[in-house]
């Protein structure tokens, strides 16, 4: 029985030229689509662009940024000229497995004549940060995160001490692994040592740039149990929420700093059937420890506000009861661009494979991985992973 | 030579930028609801395209966060270093602002007031200054 169906379409004039900037084109069609079903751009939870030459990465992010829409399932597809067929398979196999109940396939580009004459300076996304923030002297994401930081400070009394301790256990984990970058014994006076990169930053709490690449390998089960090398790992929960890129157009800066982890979680979780008090481990985006701590807090780990006193009383390490980014994370491994979030994932399905072949001291059966992406967590998602015993 | 970053200014926000330039900061509100729409945002998300309207913001707001930066990789912004940049909720629609901050911030959520200026190279941005307490209750 069919889970999914097409309910209205528009198609834009078609012009050697082009009489509408891209975006004012791009964004008329949608509404126009949207009205044609008698709903409102609101409405809209799930965004799949088809890759533009013009928009270039990230259409998606950038579109949903322009509709004002916070989508629970977006994708840019990058499939050349069989995008558009692709997108709809992806629309279909989303509300199937209810990630988004009303899913917009967004495509469009210029004539290379009007690109060059229309031509962006960045990509589209980043282009709205350098028009509203980057000619403000913003580090952008260093600035972005300080500021967040800098509100958990002043509405839950979060202090530096308390974000340090996050990096402290992270390079305390990193001992232990050979591939991380930074493996010097560090202590919190260490990271209140070194310089402000934007206040309240320190140096030691903004991730590094490395480079680097990271793959993981995706079968059907049958043949996953013949060829693993340990123990089978397989993801059983998904969530994403995508909100305001720009920080001012972030939900968090106005709602207590609840970030879209939040809403990810709920769907993750319950799609996995586990409550958060049954996770063994965690790796959590942690591009800074403030993104942590937001992260644990949305997870539904601690109340909200109270991950500053919970970090400096727990051990985030393997000896604590809450594991998380057990390799050191990036803030000890180092960020390989928008693939960094690999590193927290892999040291999740890592400890969840080998526990089942080897003594890892302690037997981990449920794990969760978060990613952030954008400059202020704007692009949020919750994966939960299992042990296949 | 070194230029100082500007805005990437998109077409659909020109209006904003001529305005600004003359010491106006406007955001675009839909009329049907009365809410302020995020900059870089075209659209009412309930209302669609067709009510959005630019109005002036408020010329005082409330500080909502605030970073300072010592050293920027730019060497023109590095001259201006150290400076201060945050987010402030403008009174008249409750916009957010991302803006310079000049004058010294006695607290995060201190009463600031909104205006522009002049950087140099033809850049004009908004500005905020913290405002004494004596001057905080001064209706917009």
């Known amino acids: ?389 | 030579m070194a230029v100082r970053p500007s805005p990437n200014q998109s077409t659909h926000y020109l209006p904003f930028w001529s305005q600004l330039h003359q010491g106006v900061i406007t955001v675009e509100v839909c009329s049907s609801c009365n809410r302020s729409l995020p900059y870089g945002t075209f659209i009412c998300q309930d209302h669609g395209i067709d009510k959005v309207e630019s109005h002036t913001t408020a010329t005082r707001g409330q500080l909502l966060t605030h970073t300072t930066i010592e050293k920027h990789h730019h060497p023109l912004l590095d001259l201006e270093a150290p400076y201060s940049i945050g987010v402030v909720k403008e009174d008249r629609f409750g916009a957010l602002i991302y803006c310079r901050i000049e004058g010294e911030i006695t607290d995060d959520g201190c009463s600031i007031a909104l205006s522009t200026r002049d950087f140099g190279d033809g850049v004009t941005l908004v500005v905020a200054t913290p405002l004494p307490e004596s001057q905080t209750d001064t209706t917009t």
Not at chain 1, 24 to 53: C, E, F, H, W, Y
Not at chain 1, 287 to 298: F, R, S, T
Not at chain 1, 327 to 341: P, T, V
Request: with cysteine; proline share 4%.
């Open chain 1, 1 to 389: 029985m069919a889970l999914a169906a097409i309910t209205s379409w528009e198609l834009s004039k078609f012009e050697r030229g082009a009489s509408l900037p891209f975006f004012d084109m791009v964004v008329t069609s949608a509404l126009q689509t949207i009205k044609k079903s008698k709903l409102t751009p609101r409405a809209i939870d799930g965004l799949i662009t088809i890759q533009s030459n013009f928009a270039g990465p990230a259409f998606n992010v950038t579109l949903a940024e322009i509709l004002g829409i916070h989508p629970s399932y977006s994708l840019d597809i990058t499939n050349y000229g069989a995008s558009p067929a692709v997108a709809l398979w992806h629309a279909k196999m989303a509300i199937e497995a209810k990630l988004a109940k009303r899913i917009l396939i967004v495509g469009g580009d210029l004539t290379y004549q009007e690109m060059r004459r229309q031509s962006q300076r960045r990509p589209p996304a980043i282009a709205i940060l350098d028009e509203f923030e980057l000619a403000y002297g913003s580090h952008m994401a260093n600035s972005d995160y300080a500021m967040i930081a800098q509100l958990h400070k002043k509405l839950y009394g979060t202090t530096d001490e308390m974000r340090a301790k996050v990096v402290v256990d992270q390079r305390k984990s990193a001992l232990q692994n050979e591939r991380a970058l930074f493996r010097e014994p560090t202590g919190i006076d260490d990271v209140l040592n070194s310089r402000i990169v934007s206040s309240p930053l320190h140096l030691l709490e903004c991730v590094a740039t490395a480079s680097g690449a990271s793959s993981l390998l995706v079968t059907e089960i049958s043949e996953a149990k013949e060829i693993a090398t340990y123990g089978l790992v397989t993801i059983e929960g998904f969530g994403y929420y995508q909100g305001g890129f720009t920080l001012a157009n972030t939900e968090l800066i106005q709602n207590g700093l609840v970030s879209g982890v939040a809403q990810a979680a709920r769907g993750a979780l319950e799609m996995a059937r586990v409550d958060i008090s049954e996770v063994d481990i965690f790796g959590v985006y942690d591009c800074y420890p403030i993104a942590v701590m937001i992260a644990l807090e949305d997870l539904g780990l601690v109340p909200k506000g109270e991950i500053g006193p919970w970090v400096l009383e727990n051990d985030l390490t393997l000896a604590g009861q809450v594991p998380v980014n057990t390799s050191g994370g990036q803030l000890s491994n180092g960020q390989i661009g928008d693939a960094g979030g690999m590193v927290n994932l892999i040291e999740v399905v890592e400890r969840l494979a080998k526990a089942q072949n080897f003594d890892e001291g302690r037997d981990f059966e449920v794990g969760v991985a978060t990613s952030n992406g954008g400059p202020a967590m704007s692009c949020e998602s919750v994966t939960v992973l299992k042990a296949m015993n």
